[in-house]
């Protein structure tokens, strides 16, 4: 099959994924909005959203933050094995003590990101309340049948 046939169907299966989008508040399968809080067939709901970032907080954080200082120990342990004595020492010393100044680096970014998406998770509902409202705001002000109601 050529470029131009498999970018031909993946431009229209993409086009087919995006007809099949819908707002979480106009659900066909009970006939209206769901008042923000997502609906049945919404990919995630508030509730999971702050649940996955709980997730994130009591679980992921915490066991990164143990797996961190459990190798931190380990390595400092064989940073000080493999020291120099008497004037003669091993390079493995100094290479393991880079080594492990770059994984506490490492688990510091990891922590980081993982704190950011909790706060981003519970964030996303507000956000999305905030822009229904504005775009419900701006349909009525601009729509004929906000005159008849």
């Known amino acids: 099959m050529s470029f131009e046939e498999e970018w031909g169907q993946a431009r229209n299966r993409a086009t087919d994924m995006h007809a099949d989008m819908q707002l979480n508040t106009a659900s ?40 961190g200082d459990v190798a931190d120990e ?23 003590h880079k080594a492990q100044k770059a994984w506490s680096a490492q688990v510091k970014s990891l922590k980081k990101r993982l704190a950011a998406e909790s706060s981003a998770l519970r964030d996303t509902s507000i956000s999305f309340n905030s822009n229904e409202l504005g775009i419900r705001s701006q349909i009525l002000r601009e729509s004929d049948i906000s005159k008849i109601t």
């Open 74 to 96: 380990d390595t400092a342990n064989a940073v000080k094995a493999f020291k120099p004595k008497d004037g003669d020492g091993w390079l493995t010393s100094p290479a393991l």
């Open 28 to 67: 066909p399968h009970n006939g209206g909005g769901s008042g923000g809080q997502g609906g049945e067939d919404f990919a995630s709901s508030p509730a999971e959203k702050k649940k996955a970032a709980r997730a994130i907080d009591e679980h992921l954080l915490r066991d990164t933050q143990k797996a």
